[in-house]
């Protein structure tokens, strides 16, 4: 069956970075674009992020141009966000998702951007 479990969340100030990983399986990752979205308490979930399948193109909310960036390693059926320059207002629980399997959605991970 479908799993996708994300990892790599935590505490941090507001300037530092994290790294999430995304680890898929069931599926043939390989063939699925895969996006990142975010949820923070009280808002509707948001579009943080998105790659090809093949990791040939990305695209970025506004709100994280220039600091995050998406990437793959389809040998690890891994996604990643490489999160920088953190601040405040990323504070949400991530998620990953692949647009063409719908419904799926792992337990997600918590970034918090706090001093």
């Known amino acids: 069956q479908v799993q996708l479990v994300e990892s790599g969340g935590g505490l941090v100030q507001p300037g530092g970075s994290l790294r999430l990983s995304c680890a898929a399986s069931?599926?043939?990752?390989?063939?699925?674009?895969m996006r990142w979205y975010r949820q923070a308490p009280g808002k509707e979930r948001e579009l943080v992020a998105g790659?090809?399948?093949?990791?040939?193109?990305?695209n970025y909310a506004d709100s994280v141009k220039g600091r995050f960036t998406i990437s793959r390693d389809n040998a690890k059926n891994t996604v990643y966000l490489q999160m920088n320059s953190l601040k405040p207002e990323d504070t949400a629980m991530y998620y990953c998702?692949?647009?063409?399997?719908?419904?799926?959605w792992g337990q997600g991970t918590q970034v918090t951007v706090s001093s």
């Open positions: 998702n692949a647009p063409l399997l719908i419904g799926y």
């Open positions: 069931g599926f043939t990752f390989s063939r699925y674009a």
């Open positions: 790659i090809t399948s093949a990791g040939g193109s990305t």
